[in-house]
């Protein structure tokens, strides 16, 4: 986990030039006044929950969670006993019965040991390294035993991420947790020479060790200084570059502050975000395929290197930086790592058709966070004793804001969200039942589009379909404003009647003003005034569309419900586009 090879350190460079190696320094933000009584409460903390990354097909084909069509049930679940629904489980959970048999003592696993707990009533799986004793869970599982009985006695880590990765399993099955698989001794000492041995001091104090999970407590301390001045024999073989992230602290009398060198580029924006709740800092870097997550107690925000600063409560001399908590100072691939979700409020929803609304959600106070063009936030809520996870693409106030650089884009206290309301969806009716001032929880962005992907692209191809054009949205403003080297952007918008037409008259506007953008609506299902285009998306419609003028550089966008998307990449191959110059959307 700690080796950086280089196709970990792989950098999305979604911003900047390319060419120039230097930081770049996003912003100092300073907190004051929102932590009163904070310095008083570091024995009384919270542990924040981590959960799961839901993968890039969310949910995944063969998921229980995906939402049936109109008329056929939500889920492929079993009949549960009465008495045996998620909430029948929390308090089953909470009862402080012993879920798994060891009277509450945590052991190491090893190999062996976790193969022989490989039937109905003893049934031990791993996942991500943490060992359950799921026989509890057995009636409670909506897949059913036969779905867990899988991973019996196994590494259930695959098993789990193909069928629904984004679930809580962590706080589901705390109370079920034996304990960490053992890590063999030659994994162990290959890891160890891999840690640089250098630790910085500052104002006399030095930042905690870089820890891991993956090693026991004996590798988490540093080398003796005596140890370290031992003669040898011969030159010592060289050391791998180091390429993980590393960070330092110094304060002053009123603030504290963290910088995090990450030894490569960074974008100009969305790629730090940082959240203080009931006394714990979380700060996630973002960096290519990798992520490193900082979690400490006490304080918070955003440099190039990164720097994180906080305005002291009270003035004088901190003796710590705090209690370094799971996961502190660790780097993951982003697709590993953990999803963290925060409680966002509903400030304000706005119509912009006759079921579609834009919701805007407000960050809590201590949090920081931009979501970058293209990518897309979860939303989570617990609806009739299920977790309900969906993506949702972010989307600006308006379609083009007065903001001159949408790549900048300081992050802000509020997230806009286009959403459309389906009477018999999973999520949506939930939504829209919120009032002004409801919380919902909002995950940390994802996704793997990169605005590398545009750089001296000369024509830009958009093909959405109802709500599929959100991501499409703020890829228009970003052509617009921000790349030069785009001669034209093109988007054809599908939809059923005029009336389902999103922000119909700015794209209107927008073409009107902008001759490099052009919009072509068509509709499935005209009314008789309609002159436009008419029909489905088919190959015929694509062949004036999807034109190579030559010396160009083209790179086509999808996005709409999943039957649209796959027959529409297909159609766009047909016309001998590359894998290259595709990237369907989520969200």
């Known amino acids: 986990m700690l080796n950086n090879s280089n196709e970990d350190s792989e950098e999305d460079e979604e911003e900047g030039d390319g060419g120039r190696a230097k930081y770049v320094s996003i ?38 969670q995906r939402v049936a069509p109109a008329g056929q049930s939500g889920r492929n679940k079993v009949a549960l006993k009465p008495g045996h629904s998620l909430m029948d489980w929390i308090r089953v959970a909470k009862s402080g019965r012993d879920l798994t048999g060891l009277r509450g003592r945590l052991i190491d696993v090893t190999e062996e040991e976790l193969q022989k707990h490989n039937t109905r009533d003893d049934c031990w799986t791993c996942i991500r390294g943490m060992v359950y004793n799921v026989s509890p869970y057995m009636d409670f ?43 063999k001794a030659s994994t162990a000492l290959k890891a160890q020479s891999a840690i640089k041995d250098s630790i910085t001091h500052l104002n006399g104090l030095a930042p905690p060790p870089p820890p891991t999970s993956m090693l026991p407590p004996a590798f988490l301390t540093p080398p003796s200084p005596s140890s370290s001045l031992q003669p040898s024999a011969a030159l010592p073989p060289p050391q791998p570059k180091d390429a993980r992230p590393r960070y330092d602290w110094f304060q002053t009398d009123v603030t504290v502050n963290i910088v995090v060198y990450t030894k490569r580029k960074l974008p100009s924006s969305g790629c730090t975000i940082v959240d203080l ?9 973002l960096l290519g395929k990798m992520s490193y997550i900082l979690r400490q107690l006490q304080t918070a925000c ?11 409560a009270a003035k004088g001399k901190w003796e710590e930086l705090g209690e370094p908590l799971e996961f502190h100072d660790s780097l993951f691939r982003k697709k590993d790592r953990a999803i963290f979700y925060r409680e966002c409020m509903l400030v304000s929803k706005t119509a912009v058709t006759h079921d579609t609304w834009v919701f805007r959600l407000q960050l809590p106070l201590g949090t920081l966070m931009h979501v970058p063009v293209g990518k897309h936030i979860y939303l989570k809520a617990v609806i009739q004793d299920r977790e309900v996870v969906k993506p949702y ?33 999973g999520l949506t009716p939930h939504l829209n039942n919120l009032n002004i001032g409801d919380h ?10 990169s605005l590398r992907l545009l750089r001296e692209v000369t024509h830009l191809y958009l093909l959405a379909a109802g709500t599929g054009f959100t991501p499409m949205a703020r890829v228009i403003r970003l052509a617009l404003q921000d790349l030069g080297s785009l001669r034209k952007t093109k988007l054809m918008f599908f939809n059923r009647q005029e009336r389902d037409i999103l922000w119909h008259s700015e794209l209107d506007g927008l073409a009107a003003e902008n001759e490099r953008f052009q919009v072509e609506y068509i509709l499935s299902e005209p009314c008789d005034g309609w002159t436009g285009r008419k029909g489905r998306v088919e190959a015929s419609m694509l062949t004036d569309f999807l034109v190579r003028p030559e010396g160009s550089k083209v790179f086509v966008c999808v996005c709409g419900p999943s039957a649209f998307t796959e027959l529409t990449v297909g159609l766009v191959r047909q016309h001998c586009f590359s894998e290259e110059e595709i990237h369907a959307f989520q969200g």
């Not at 083009?400 to 802000?412: E, H, I, K, N």
């Not at 919902?440 to 589009?449: E, H, Y």
Request: glycine share 8%; charged share 20%; aromatic share 8%.
């Open 27 to 64: 912003v100092t933000i300073f907190f004051s006044g929102f932590i009163p009584g904070f310095l008083r409460k570091l024995a009384c903390f919270r542990r924040v929950v981590m959960l799961n990354v839901p993968s890039q097909s969310f949910p995944a084909a063969s998921s229980q």
């Open 141 to 183: 599982h909506p897949g059913g035993e036969e779905e867990l009985m899988k991973a019996a006695g196994i590494d259930g880590t695959d098993l789990f991420d193909q069928v629904h990765r984004w679930v809580n399993y962590e706080s589901m099955l705390k109370e079920c947790l034996v304990g960490r698989m053992a890590v």
């Open 440 to 449: 919902l929880s909002v995950s940390s962005p994802d996704g793997s589009f």
């Open 393 to 425: 693409t972010p989307v600006e106030e308006t379609l083009v804001p007065a903001t001159l650089d949408s790549t900048q884009g300081t992050a802000t206290s509020d997230i806009f969200l286009m959403i459309k309301v389906y009477p018999d969806g």
């Open 277 to 285: 709740q009931d006394g714990v800092l979380r700060v996630e870097v």
């Open 302 to 312: 955003a440099v190039g290197k990164i720097h994180v600063s906080m305005r002291k």
